[in-house]
């Protein structure tokens, strides 16, 4: 399978993760009492999730610019 491919269907299974948390989680806030915030179990899972769409995406990249800086080592 194409990289470009694999990145659409992990950012795909990324949007349907997202959208079962967002129906199944309750909007139960948990208490960060180093910040004086409080933060959702839905916001949580979100942002993790959201930690590896970053993640995902980024090695996507990087694997491409190893492609061309290697396509280009082979042609000089």
């Known amino acids: 399978m194409d ?3 694999k990145l659409y269907v992990a950012l ?3 949007a349907a993760l997202a959208a079962g ?3 199944v989680l309750d909007d139960i806030p948990l208490p960060v009492s180093s910040l004086r915030l409080s933060i959702t ?3 949580l899972t979100l942002i993790v999730l959201f930690v590896f769409v970053v993640r995902t995406v980024l ?3 990087a694997e491409r610019v190893r492609e ?3 396509s280009r ?3 000089s």
Request: net charge positive; aromatic share 20%.
């Open 73 to 75: 080592e082979n042609l």
């Open 3 to 5: 990289r470009q491919k």
């Open 59 to 61: 090695h996507w990249y």
């Open 21 to 23: 948390a967002w129906m």
């Open 12 to 14: 795909a299974m990324y």
């Open 41 to 43: 179990v839905r916001q």
């Open 68 to 70: 061309e800086r290697e």
